[in-house]
T-cell receptor, first 113, second 114 residues
Framework: DGGITQSPKYLFRKEGQNVTLSCEQNLNHDAMYWYRQDPGQGLRLIYYSQIVNDFQKGDIAEGYSVSREKKESFPLTVTSAQKNPTAFYLC????????????FGEGSRLTVL | AQSVTQLGSHVSVSEGALVLLRCNYSSSVPPYLFWYVQYPNQGLQLLLKYTTGATLVKGINGFEAEFKKSETSFHLTKPSAHMSDAAEYFCAVSDRRGYSTLTFGKGTMLLVSP
């Protein structure tokens, strides 16, 4: 079945450490996205990529980095510069020139100790 | 710029009662509109969407929503709530311009009591 796979589901890290969240899709979608979710704040866009080797900052990109070396993969690195990294992170993808409908993975919960 | 306002961060209903979750949007162009549902520690699942055509849209699990352009609204309803409907619901708007990015509301948590 086609879909989006995020890993790990749960992740703990110490302050000052970088951590990378994986996102893989087999839907053959061109565009991929990373959102951050905090209670009561909805979803906020971190980065998005419309094509391989290209990506754009979203609303809250500071302290995060991404790469898009393959169409299927869009990993997110939460760096030590991110001041409040504890959150639920969602990866999504969309078809080109479509309605904007997003297809989501199951999410990764990052906790900084 | 587009935006979405969901009225009420929490809505409580009894099992069997009408569910009404409110969503108002602003968009400079005719929008595409979406409702997503999220269960705890899971991703978002599409409930329904409005793109063109009929303004009353039917989705999964017995939910429906009506696009009212004059009111800039896209409220979500279900005639009879079930315990399994307890979840968080997000309304979203797209500006239809190619690789647009969805703008989400802050979400409404639906609580269903027996």
């Amino acid at each position: 079945d086609g879909g989006i796979t995020q890993s790990p589901k749960y992740l703990f890290r110490k302050e000052g450490q970088n951590v990378t969240l994986s996102c893989e899709q087999n839907l053959n979608h061109d565009a991929m996205y990373w959102y951050r979710q905090d209670p009561g704040q909805g979803l906020r866009l971190i980065y998005y990529s419309q094509i391989v080797n290209d990506f754009q900052k979203g609303d809250i990109a500071e302290g995060y980095s991404v790469s898009r070396e393959k169409k299927e993969s869009f990993p997110l690195t939460v760096t030590s510069a991110q001041k409040n990294p504890t959150a639920f992170y969602l990866c999504a993808s969309s078809r080109p020139l479509d309605t904007g409908e997003l297809f989501f993975g199951e999410g990764s919960r990052l906790t900084v100790l | 710029a587009q935006s979405v306002t969901q009225l009420g961060s929490h809505v409580s209903v009894s099992e069997g009662a009408l569910v009404l979750l409110r969503c108002n949007y602003s968009s400079s162009v005719p929008p595409y509109l979406f409702w997503y549902v999220q269960y705890p520690n899971q991703g978002l699942q599409l409930l329904l969407k409005y793109t063109t055509g009929a303004t009353l849209v039917k989705g999964i699990n017995g939910f429906e929503a009506e696009f009212k352009k004059s009111e800039t609204s896209f409220h979500l309803t279900k005639p009879s709530a079930h315990m399994s409907d307890a979840a968080e619901y997000f309304c979203a708007v797209s500006d239809r311009r190619g690789y647009s990015t969805l703008t989400f509301g802050k979400g409404t948590m639906l609580l269903v009591s027996p």
